[in-house]
């Protein structure tokens, strides 16, 4: 199985800050990389596929980059709405599972 | 517009049986791979299972194998997860997904039902 290893897995920052999440995976996986972000009681938003493809109405402080086996989420501008929990996933093989991480909290500093 | 919406959830004792459904509207359902995700309290994300538009490539987490069977019904645009052997540690809120037609990431979701596995 693919395993995908974000960092952190929580910190603080404020709004207007720039900040990056990292996800790893054990073994290449090209650019089958999708982030997600989710919200208390809510089920996951899609935010970027293909590591680095906006999902349609995300707003363009988003950006994700990245291949093979390293990858960035990045916000330019925190807003209030960005504070949640964000996931990465792989879909590059099904073997073991379309692996996610384990999240990345992002809290109010 | 995209609508799932899972029913089915509730308690079952540990080695009992539940039934998930999701129905889809607003796409073409026999169109598209459908998948199921879940998630335990407090936890993160684990994908569960998916089936292609028309049935002929089913997989499985490593997790559920042998005890889960996912399915689908086309023409009543609905998608299944029959549970069986529930442990404890499939204890969580199931989410119906559907992806966008070029790979397994999920773009709809629906709002989840919480499957709690407790004697």
């Known amino acids: 199985a693919i395993r995908m290893t974000q960092s952190p897995s929580s910190f603080s920052a404020s709004t207007g800050d720039r900040v990056t999440i990292t996800c790893r995976a054990s073994q290449g996986i090209s650019s089958y990389l999708a982030w997600y972000q989710q919200k208390p009681g809510k089920a996951p938003k899609l935010l970027i596929y293909?590591?680095?493809t906006l999902q349609s109405g995300v707003p363009s402080r988003f950006s994700g980059s990245g291949s093979g086996t390293d990858f960035t989420l990045t916000i330019s501008c925190l807003q209030s709405e960005d504070f949640a929990t964000y996931y990465c996933?792989?879909?590059?093989?099904?073997?073991?599972?379309?692996?996610f991480g384990q999240g990345t909290k992002l809290e109010i500093k | 517009e995209v609508q799932l919406v899972e029913s089915g959830g509730g308690l079952v004792k540990p080695g009992g049986s539940l039934r998930l459904s999701c129905a889809a509207s607003g796409f073409t359902f026999s169109s598209y791979s459908m998948n199921w995700v879940r998630q335990a309290p407090g936890k993160g994300l684990e994908w569960v299972s998916s089936i292609s538009s028309s049935s002929s490539y089913i997989y499985y987490a490593d997790s559920v194998k042998g005890r889960f069977t996912i399915s689908r019904d086309n023409a009543k645009n609905s998608l299944y997860l029959q549970m069986n052997s529930l442990r404890a540690e499939d204890t969580a809120v199931y989410y119906c997904a559907r992806d966008r037609g070029s790979g397994s990431y999920y773009a709809y979701w629906g709002q989840g039902t919480l499957v709690t596995v407790s004697s």
């Open positions: 293909a590591a680095s």
């Open positions: 996933q792989q879909y590059y093989s099904y073997l073991g599972g379309y692996t």
